[in-house]
């Protein structure tokens, strides 16, 4: 019987693991790649609402000073 793959089943089944395994990781990492740019775009939404209402409350503190807090 006459070995199909020339003798180097070997190879290509280590061919075969290897692609299933990047695949797997490619798989894997980027879901974490889409969820990471999706919260560095909440983040600077969030950073701007914060920066908003530090102006909102600036008023706050002076008052507290005024009062001796």
């Not at 209402?53 to 005024?66: I, Q, V, Y």
């Amino acid at each position: 019987m006459t070995d199909f793959f020339g003798g180097h089943t070997g190879w290509l089944l280590g061919y075969v693991i290897g692609l299933v395994v990047v695949l797997v990781v490619v798989a894997l990492v980027v879901p974490i790649l889409l969820l990471a740019g999706r919260i560095g775009g909440q983040a600077k939404r969030i950073n701007t609402g914060l920066q908003a209402a530090e102006k909102n409350t600036a008023g706050l503190n002076r008052g507290r000073t005024k009062l001796g807090g």
